[in-house]
């Protein structure tokens, strides 16, 4: 099959690599219909994470190509949502909410190919009721991380009905937060961006403020929002160490930090975390915990995380869609075979 590869920072290529196979009975080969670039993939193709050669990309949705024998949920022919990070969905972490940690972890590492190899199937995949609206497509691929993963800084951070919520982050995951935030209730939503088309997608997606300010200026202008208080839940969807810095600063005494940007040099506030009683929260999505509800959210039309799509590409030019998100051209590229 074709796939992208990235073979150093930069070096994004779409070649020939050999067919991924059913290596566990447990195992399905899914043919993707529609993959896309994350913005975790930027940080290996920027060289800030050491690069191994091979095959990339974990967010996809496609149709059933092939079962191991033990696969029992799923047919050749199922449209199925896959998840970035597969589990059995039976094993105890798995039982108490936190897939992600599933003593059978597996990912998608071909998702900007044309198959893509999922462990755990039976627990990981999740059918659609039957081959969806090619206008359906972007927001159900965005169900396979990016939605799941703003959906998951919201509950880590308590986002509850009539509360204030902070996102810092636009990008595709921070944009999601906010709809999630929206979708949960929150009555004040203040997303910090500084970029207007990001601006725009917050603001269809239920923000109520936009803060274009950072560092001390961002949390003041927070601070007025909210009348002197700060925000009941704070997303933190970047990763770096001034974004976990500004997600402290704007929380109100008590509250909750909900963080799932991919930790880079971030050195925790301890000493305010104590002194304001401010809790920290989150990590890597268990994606698998909340696509049925999110599934059941898309085909109902109540959220429609495929906005976040605003640039789509043949998967032959992935290296454009790359330097397009790298220089903020684009906020997600979505990848077509």
């Known amino acids: 099959?074709?796939?992208?590869?990235?073979?150093?920072?930069?070096?994004?290529?779409?070649?020939?690599?050999?067919?991924?196979?059913i290596e566990a009975p447990t195992d399905a080969i899914v043919k993707v219909v529609a993959g896309c670039i994350c913005g975790s993939d930027l940080w290996p193709y920027r060289g800030e994470n050491d690069v191994t050669p091979g095959t990339i990309g974990h967010e996809c949705v496609g149709i059933v190509e092939e079962i191991g024998s033990e696969v029992s949920q799923f047919t050749v022919g199922d449209f199925v949502v896959v998840p970035?990070?597969?589990?059995?969905?039976?094993?105890?972490?798995?039982?108490?909410?936190v897939q992600?940690?599933?003593?059978?972890?597996?990912?998608?590492?071909?998702?900007?190919g044309e198959y893509a190899r999922v462990t755990q199937a039976d627990g990981s995949l999740v059918k659609t009721d039957g081959t969806p609206e090619a206008s359906m497509i972007p927001s159900l691929l965005a169900l396979s991380d990016v939605m799941p993963t703003g959906w998951h800084a919201a509950v880590s951070a308590d986002v509850r009905p009539g509360g204030s919520v902070v996102v810092v982050g636009d990008g595709a995951v921070g944009l999601c937060g906010v709809l999630a935030a929206s979708a949960m209730g929150a009555e004040t939503i203040i997303a910090m961006s500084r970029h207007e088309s990001r601006q725009q997608i917050a603001r269809s997606f239920g923000a109520t403020h936009i803060v274009a300010e950072r560092g001390r200026e961002g949390a003041a202008a927070v601070k007025e929002i909210t009348g002197g208080v700060g925000a009941d839940a704070v997303l933190e969807c970047v990763g770096t160490d001034d974004a976990m810095g500004?997600?402290?600063?704007?929380?109100?005494?008590?509250?909750?930090?909900?963080?799932?940007?991919?930790p880079h040099g971030v050195e925790l506030p301890?000493?305010?975390m104590f002194q304001k009683n401010v809790g920290l929260r989150g990590g890597m999505a268990p994606v698998r915990r909340y696509l049925p509800e999110l599934l059941d959210l898309v085909t109902a039309g109540r959220i429609d995380p495929g906005q976040v799509f605003d640039l789509t590409l043949p998967m032959s030019e992935a290296a454009e869609g790359y330097r397009a998100m790298d220089e903020r051209r684009a906020i997600k590229v979505l990848l077509e075979p």
């Open 246 to 262: 500004t997600a402290f600063a704007v929380a109100r005494p008590g509250s909750m930090v909900g963080f799932v940007g991919v």
């Open 84 to 97: 970035f990070d597969h589990c059995d969905n039976t094993c105890a972490h798995c039982r108490a909410g």
């Open 1 to 21: 099959m074709r796939a992208t590869m990235i073979h150093a920072p930069g070096d994004i290529r779409f070649e020939e690599v050999p067919d991924p196979r």
């Open 270 to 272: 301890v000493r305010r």
């Open 100 to 112: 992600s940690a599933c003593v059978n972890l597996g990912m998608t590492t071909s998702g900007q």
